[in-house]
């Protein structure tokens, strides 16, 4: 990877008018509050200065929420710093206001608090510095957990992006056209268009709302779905060439040197999962690809009848329950084989109780 430029906007603001607040000036008894979408405005409302970020290598949601926050932020008079510490991936460059996104690994503040989107923890970022300040978690991810000051975990959202849409009403924000793109967008991405993850009736009546406030289905959905760098099919020309099936299971890979080969980039290895598990009667699919580092990427899918975020988490990752993913170390093979280890036993489980059921 690239050296980080340091962020511009990181260092304590010249025009800053308060103390630098730490974790331990805040008294909050019950990290679950039972209302945690007042108690983030109460914070956000007293506050003057914040962070925003989420996960490294952001994807739609972790993007289109970044930016969707900053403009909740910038309705109500605060200042909004928004933070990644990865490059944004050409898809989403097109996002109203994603020129705000800072590239940064190290943060400073004077911050009043920083929000998390969409991690289950704070090394989720690869960021430093944020253990210094108030944390306001915000999630949807089976593995989410209650790590910071204040957390927000809502397992039924189809995306982050649809908690921030019900923060910015209870604050009474207006939903503006570049906020109703960015939040469409997380939805659109989170679901795989729809089709999987938490996608209810409410997601569509949050699409419809969306789309109305100036969202456009048709341009967005070809920003993200059908602009694709030629590389990325040449990659998945290669991955396709590995894919190997075993009962319910199918998994492919791509080496380091075949993502080279292809000139393709760590992003273009995004979704090429979603080939294996589209195949018919596969129920989970893996896709793992080599790291310059020699980490290996794994990426899992299901239809639903498997728990794939277990699995990530016994492998030191995460997820939800139809899509999870994890790093692990090499040599590919031998990544591979702990994940088919994993995999093999739960679609065991499930041929038993399709057998019993039949
Ligand atoms: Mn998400």
Redesign the pocket.
């Known amino acids: 990877m690239d050296a980080i430029p340091p962020i511009p906007n990181c260092a304590p603001h010249p025009a800053s008018r308060f103390a630098v607040r730490r974790a331990s000036d805040f008294k909050i008894a019950d990290p679950t509050t039972a209302d945690p979408i007042a108690s983030i405005l109460a914070i956000l409302r007293g506050g003057e200065r914040f962070l925003v970020c989420s996960h490294c290598r952001p ?4 993007i289109g ?1 970044m930016l969707a926050f900053g403009m909740l932020l910038g309705q109500m008079g605060k200042q909004a710093d928004l933070v990644s510490p990865d490059q944004i991936p050409s898809i989403y460059r097109g996002l109203p206001g994603v020129d705000a996104i800072q590239l940064g690994s190290v943060v400073h503040g004077p911050y009043d608090a920083v929000i998390l ?2 991690c289950d923890g704070l090394e989720r970022t690869n960021l430093q510095g944020l253990e210094a300040f108030f944390l306001i978690n915000i ?3 089976l593995s989410g957990r209650n790590f910071a000051q204040l957390n927000w975990i809502d397992r039924e ?5 649809e908690l921030v849409y019900r923060l910015a009403q209870a604050a009474g924000a207006t939903l503006t056209q570049p906020m109703a793109t960015c939040l469409y967008t ?1 939805i659109l ?2 679901t795989g268009g729809f089709c999987y ?1 938490a996608t209810r009736a409410s997601t569509f009546a949050l699409a419809h709302r969306l789309v109305l406030a100036g969202a456009d289905p048709i341009r967005i959905a070809e920003q993200v779905c059908f602009s694709a760098p030629a590389s990325k099919m040449l990659l998945l020309g290669a991955a396709l060439r590995n894919l190997k099936r075993e009962g319910r299971i199918a998994w492919l890979w791509v080496t380091h040197q075949e993502i080279m080969r292809t000139c393709a980039s760590e992003q273009d290895c995004e979704g090429i999962v979603n080939f294996a598990i589209g195949i018919a009667g596969i129920e989970a699919a893996a896709f793992l690809h080599e790291t310059a580092e020699g980490r290996i990427r794994l990426s899992l899918r299901s239809k639903g009848a498997v728990d794939v975020s277990q699995i990530a988490g016994r492998l030191g990752g995460g997820g ?1 329950r139809t899509s999870a993913g994890s790093s692990l170390e090499g040599p590919l093979m031998d990544a591979l084989q702990r994940v088919l280890n994993e995999l093999r036993p739960s679609m065991a489980g499930l041929q038993r109780r399709i057998s019993e059921t039949a």
């Not at 994807?59 to 972790?62: F, H, I, L, N, R």
């Not at 959202?157 to 992006?161: F, K, T, W």
């Open positions: 994807d739609g949601d972790a929420s989107l969409e999630d949807h991810h959202a189809a995306s982050v992006g997380t991405t989170d993850g939800h």
